[in-house]
T-cell receptor
Framework: AQSVTQPDIHITVSEGASLELRCNYS??????LFWYVQSPGQGLQLLLK??????LVQGIKGFEAEFKRSQSSFNLRKPSVHWSDAAEYFC????????????FGAGTQVVVTP | SAVISQKPSRDICQRGTSLTIQCQVD?????MFWYRQQPGQSLTLIAT?????????ESGFVIDKFPISRPNLTFSTLTVSNMSPEDSSIYLC???????????FGSGTRLTVV
């Protein structure tokens, strides 16, 4: 069965510093991977997704993620965070059954300090 | 990608009552998904709703507690029945728009049961 793990529950980063959020997946074939952001009181917004092709994926808001098959990882990065990046970030994988359901990781809470 | 209108955005309900949440999509979609996000937790899939057939429920969720309707390709409702404080959560609907568009989420319904 597919699974996705976000090892970091909580990350604190200074404004202007770089950010990396970890995501590991367990899946037998090439997965479909997603990163979503949930700001306080808001719904989920898609940051980026990986289906195939170039392993470095560019997303919105200056985020990027790199798919590494050898490490079963899909880490999210941003070179310089802004205070508005404070939010909950979820990694998700699409399952293989015909319904195409999303399975979410536990999430990483990002706090941005001045 | 699709635009989803979900309502109500929030509600406070008495235990023992029921609440129906509506999701309206601006385009026809085959599958709609209903998720629950308990306080401080990740998203858990409740069920998948396909137009014209009964919803498919995930383990731990039953139709009597979470009846779902899907009368057409742009609309679905989720009812939370006989509510208890443990049902206090954010409920989100989602659609997969096909191709490589990923998944779109409604803004969520924040339910508090008192």
């Amino acid at each position: 069965a597919q699974s996705v793990t976000q090892p970091d529950i909580h990350i604190t980063v200074s404004e202007g510093a770089s950010l990396e959020l970890r995501c590991n997946y367990s899946y037998g074939a090439t997965p479909y991977l997603f990163w979503y952001v949930q700001s306080p009181g808001q719904g989920l917004q898609l940051l980026l997704k990986y289906f195939s092709g170039d392993t470095l994926v560019q997303g919105i808001k200056g985020f990027e993620a790199e798919f590494k098959r050898s490490q079963s990882s899909f880490n999210l990065r941003k070179p310089s965070v802004h205070w508005s990046d404070a939010a909950e970030y979820f990694c998700a994988v699409m399952t293989t059954d015909s319904w195409g359901k999303l399975q979410f990781g536990a999430g990483t809470q990002v706090v941005v300090t001045p | 990608s699709a635009v989803i209108s979900q309502k109500p955005s929030r509600d406070i309900c008495q235990r023992g009552t029921s609440l129906t949440i509506q999701c309206q999509v601006d385009s026809q979609v085959t599958m709609m998904f209903w998720y629950r996000q308990q306080p401080g937790q990740s998203l858990t899939l409740i069920a998948t709703a396909n137009q014209g057939s009964e919803a498919t429920y995930e383990s731990g969720f039953v139709i009597d507690k979470f009846p779902i309707s899907r009368p057409n390709l742009t609309f679905s409702t989720l009812t939370v029945s006989n509510m208890s404080p443990e049902d206090s959560s954010i409920y989100l609907c989602s659609v997969r728009t096909g191709g490589n568009y990923g998944y779109t989420f409604g803004s969520g319904t924040r339910l508090t049961v008192v």
